[in-house]
């Protein structure tokens, strides 16, 4: 257990009200260095606590789970949209698809047909950085935006969810922009987090939509339409807009922008 590139529980805070919550602590005092549970990893990589994930197990099993360190540990699952109980693996819950309802309504003809809508969805809060506010508002300067939707709906489920939620939808182009930068953790958009984003990505080119994505903070590229910088600046958006020209051509472009309406 004692590993000397290992991280200290108490570098994260412990407790349940940090990201992970984990409740594992060293048995033995002499031992000072030590890895956190593969639980607590995950929860941190997928910005979940684990008071979040005890919320959606089976009521009998919150106490065993609480205790949990195993990604592989199996249990029953309440689906959060009112379907049967299903079983899972710890891992499963917190990045799969959902129950197996969620999966046979999402693959359905009915929502095959509704994929790549955008849609305005009701009391959906999703956090938004100062950085990210700014690069709307600068966009929002060149190219008019639409305030009345905050999720495209796809043929496959995210997270459980029959559509994704990006953080800027231009529906007039099918296009959606994504900023990303690692926080002031470190963690946001790294390691499993970086495998979600690529997934969500794909679901919507599964849809006919594009994603640019602003990488900031290190960040390298994710996918083929990426802009890494240090900042938001007129220079990015600058490119945004090139981008844009490229993937669905100066003539469609020109339909939204400002400066030349």
Not at 135 to 144: C, D, M, P, S, T
């Amino acid at each position: 257990m004692s590993s000397s590139g290992g991280t200290s529980l108490s570098s994260y805070g412990g407790g349940s009200s940090s990201y992970g919550g984990s409740p594992c602590r060293a048995a033995d005092a002499r031992i000072t260095l030590h890895r956190d549970c593969p639980l607590c990893v995950l929860l941190r990589e997928t910005r979940r606590t684990r008071a979040q994930l005890v919320g959606t197990v089976a009521a009998g099993a919150r106490g065993a789970l609480a205790q949990e360190t195993r990604i592989g540990a199996v249990y029953d699952w309440i689906c959060t949209r009112g379907h049967s109980r299903y079983t899972a693996t710890v891992r499963e819950a917190l990045t799969g698809p959902g129950c197996p309802r969620c999966q046979a309504n999402a693959a359905a003809p009915a929502a095959r047909f509704e994929g790549g809508v955008p849609f305005m969805k009701p009391g959906l809060r999703l956090g938004t950085s100062a950085t990210e506010q700014r690069l709307r508002v600068a966009l929002g300067e060149r190219i008019r935006l639409p305030h009345r939707v905050n999720a495209v709906r796809i043929s496959r489920t995210f997270y459980g969810k029959p559509e994704v939620w990006p953080d800027i939808i231009i529906p007039a182009l099918r296009i959606a922009i994504e900023y990303d930068d690692p926080g002031r953790d470190g963690l946001a958009h790294r390691g499993l987090k970086e495998a979600s984003d690529r997934e969500k990505d794909a679901a919507l080119n599964e849809v006919g939509w594009e994603v640019i994505r602003v990488r900031a903070g290190g960040l390298t590229e994710l996918g083929r339409h990426s802009i890494v910088c240090r900042a938001v600046t007129t220079a990015v958006v600058d490119r945004i807009l090139e981008l844009l020209v490229e993937i669905r051509g100066s003539e469609a472009v020109s339909g939204i922008r400002r400066d030349l309406a």
